[in-house]
């Protein structure tokens, strides 16, 4: 059953319980990070971000809760609310098209 969640939240910005949100989570604080780091990495902490349902009403940059599809649990702050995947593997080489094919005719 798919959910359209977006009339509910443009207004306030307040997801509700229920809805497909994303979370971020800090896993590690800069002062937890290894030594053999790059110091401008080791500078930053180290996140992630999950996906799941809400557990309860929740507002983005505030605390959350959410249920990943295999029903695991965590607590982050709301980052994004019915996120969507916007991966790339950049721009296309023009020197890539060609591999494999010098060869052929």
Same mark, same amino acid.
């Given at each position: 059953?798919? &959910?359209?969640?977006?009339?509910?939240?443009?207004?306030?910005?307040?997801?509700?319980?229920?809805?497909?949100?994303?979370?971020q !989570?800090?896993?590690?604080?800069?002062?937890? &990070?290894?030594?053999?780091?790059?110091?401008?990495?080791?500078?930053?902490?180290?996140? !992630?971000?999950?996906?799941?349902?809400l557990?309860?009403?929740?507002?983005?940059?505030?605390?959350?809760?959410?249920?990943?599809?295999?029903?695991?649990? /965590?607590?982050?702050?709301l980052?994004?609310?019915?996120? +969507?995947?916007? /991966?790339?593997? +950049?721009?296309?080489?023009?020197?890539?098209?060609?591999?494999?094919?010098?060869?052929?005719?």
């Amino acid at each position: 059953m798919t &959910r359209d969640w977006s009339d509910a939240v443009s207004a306030t910005k307040v997801a509700p319980e229920g809805a497909w949100v994303e979370i971020q !989570q800090v896993v590690l604080t800069p002062g937890e &990070r290894a030594e053999g780091v790059p110091a401008d990495t080791a500078a930053t902490p180290l996140l !992630q971000w999950v996906d799941g349902f809400l557990t309860a009403p929740a507002a983005l940059g505030e605390e959350a809760t959410i249920r990943t599809i295999i029903g695991r649990t /965590h607590t982050g702050v709301l980052s994004r609310i019915n996120p +969507g995947y916007s /991966h790339s593997f +950049g721009e296309t080489v023009d020197e890539i098209l060609t591999i494999g094919t010098e060869y052929e005719s």
